[in-house]
């Protein structure tokens, strides 16, 4: 009777135990949206270890496995069940990229599972040319608006121009540089012949990984100088 008793309190004593569920951090990307030249990707802060997470967001690059000393977003303060998206920027159109979900803390980065995007659809680019105004014998102004750019880094945007004929990157051209936004357009053009025909158009390029330069160029104008 008194080995009985003594594993009945045993049992007992190993019942009411707690039982420690270890926590370990994991995130995911849940969707990846492309629209055009947008690209969202909608991740979720499934848990959170003992570590605790002081960032999260995500990261990519052009080479497969990207880190947080990629291209990234950041939110503050990871917690389990965080929704989050990231608006990816300066993407390569034509170019494959490769993204993860992370969390960070001082402890430790946990990453997701890793996914592949390409920026292949320009459709979204929209040049509209508000006003062309003569300033003086050898100047115009020119204003107008870059929109739909989304997630991309164009290479060069601006007006290129040409005597009689309808302009090519290969002519005259007035560079602002790189984009990455949308942006209004407000600038002079100068020393232009007087008493000649003129036409501008609007520019944007990029490159691609083969090397090859795309142009758009719209809204051909006639102007007599």
Known sequence: MRIHFVCFIFLVLLGCQK?????VTKVFTENIELNSLSVSADG???DVSEFGGTSYGHCWSTVSFPTTDDHKTVFDSASAGTYYTSQLNKLQFNTTYYIRSYTESEEEI???????????DYT???IVLNELNIQGEHKINIKGMFTGVGSVNLE????????????TINDSLFSLGELSRNIALNENISNLLQETHYQFSYMLSWTTKIFFTAIILLHILLIYM
Do not use: A, F, M
């Open 19 to 23: 039982i420690e569920v270890l926590r």
């Open 44 to 46: 979720i802060v499934v």
């Open 110 to 120: 946990i990453y997701g599972i890793q996914d592949t995007i390409k920026v292949t």
């Open 124 to 126: 979204s680019l929209n």
């Open 156 to 167: 060069d945007y601006g007006v290129c121009y040409k005597i009689n004929n309808e302009p």
